[in-house]
């Protein structure tokens, strides 16, 4: 299958400062996508999606980025906190497939 | 509200040993689900998925199956562990187009 990248595989952050997450997807025809955010130990969780007919969605301090025409994708945390420190995955998906391709990975470090 | 639970948490095995994990979802008819494992340090490996009763599709060749002897129980296993086996296994479940993960069993293969 087409693959999900992530560009960086560590992000070192201050507490209190914003993160941006990034990803980049080649399959021109993903229409879904979805952050994850996985503790260690414990299964991935939904933080937020996005679908291709939209730019920008917010949640609670976070916002998903999402530009077509580069195909990347990105994921903003607001004012930081230790507890955001976990690895975060992002995943799309196509024609409602229901079987997301994942990125590797980026793990967020936040230090107080 | 719908849950989906994993058992064991974790366990270790000597090789050449079976295996059985099982995941079963609470709250919902019919899920697709889904098996993925993870290695340490490393994104999702999806293994098998199943649509329904008795229907698994492999994405990976290996000396893992599945089976889905009920609606809402998804069952991973294997006759003879390897150590390239040890990893994190999670159970996962679509709700509308989102796929959502169980707590995972860690199995490590000594």
């Known amino acids: 299958g087409e693959s999900v990248g992530l560009h960086l595989p560590t992000l070192s952050v201050q507490e209190g400062d914003n993160s941006i997450i990034n990803c980049a997807y080649s399959n021109s025809a993903s229409d879904y996508f979805i952050w994850y955010k996985q503790e260690s130990g414990k299964g991935p969780q939904f933080i937020i999606d996005i679908r291709s007919n939209m730019d920008k969605r917010q949640g609670q301090r976070v916002t998903v980025l999402l530009n077509k025409t580069v195909k990347h994708l990105s994921l903003q945390i607001a004012a930081t906190q230790p507890g955001d420190s976990a690895v975060y995955f992002c995943?799309?998906?196509?024609?409602?497939?229901?079987?997301?391709?994942f990125g590797r990975g980026t793990s967020l470090i936040v230090h107080p | 509200s719908q849950t989906i639970h994993q058992w064991p948490a974790t366990l270790v095995q000597p090789v050449g040993s079976p295996l059985s994990l099982e995941c079963t979802v609470e709250?919902?008819?019919?899920?697709?689900l889904y098996w993925y494992r993870q290695a340490a340090g490393r994104g999702l490996q999806l293994l098998f998925y199943s649509v329904g009763i008795g229907q698994i599709s492999s994405e990976v060749p290996q000396n893992l199956s599945a089976s889905r002897p009920q609606d809402r129980q998804f069952i991973l296993s294997s006759k003879k562990l390897l150590l390239s086996d040890s990893g994190f296994y999670l159970c996962?479940?679509?709700?509308?187009?989102?796929?959502?993960f169980g707590p995972g069993t860690r199995l490590t293969v000594l």
């Open positions: 995943a799309e998906d196509s024609g409602g497939s229901y079987i997301p391709t």
């Open positions: 996962a479940w679509v709700t509308g187009d989102t796929q959502y």
């Open positions: 709250g919902t008819s019919n899920p697709n």
